[in-house]
């Protein structure tokens, strides 16, 4: 079994910053693809950005520009650094991890953290 563990969420106006983090921990081998979505209130969840192992990544087109996906393997974390906030980005936002296990690859989500960017 995997946990995950996100922080850093909350609110913040117009144009301002946000470091969310998702940590770890549990019985894996090795931690895959990582990565961050979102869900709006009446909206589908979105992909924001993902990093794979070997370190490349993707972004959707809205926070291309604006956001930034690392990982530390070292600490099992994932981060997601946003600037220029926008009130759009207000969403519940969830880690997902996919992780490898003996045999196969398991997929996990964070329990979500809400980010609400005010105008």
């Known amino acids: 079994q995997v946990q995950l563990v996100e922080s850093g969420g909350g609110l913040v106006q117009a144009g301002g910053s946000l470091r969310l983090s998702c940590a770890a921990s549990g019985s894996f081998l090795s931690i895959d693809t990582m990565g961050w979505y979102r869900q709006a209130p009446g909206k589908q969840r979105e992909l924001v950005a993902v990093i794979t192992s070997g370190g490349s990544t993707n972004y959707a087109d809205s926070v291309k520009g604006r956001v930034t996906i690392s990982r530390d393997d070292v600490k099992n974390t994932v981060y997601l650094q946003m600037h220029s906030l926008r009130p759009e980005d207000t969403a519940v936002y969830y880690c997902?991890?996919?992780?490898?296990?003996?045999?196969?690859?398991?997929?996990?989500w964070g329990q979500g953290t809400q980010v609400t960017v005010s105008s």
């Open positions: 997902n991890v996919l992780v490898r296990t003996w045999g196969k690859f398991d997929n996990y």
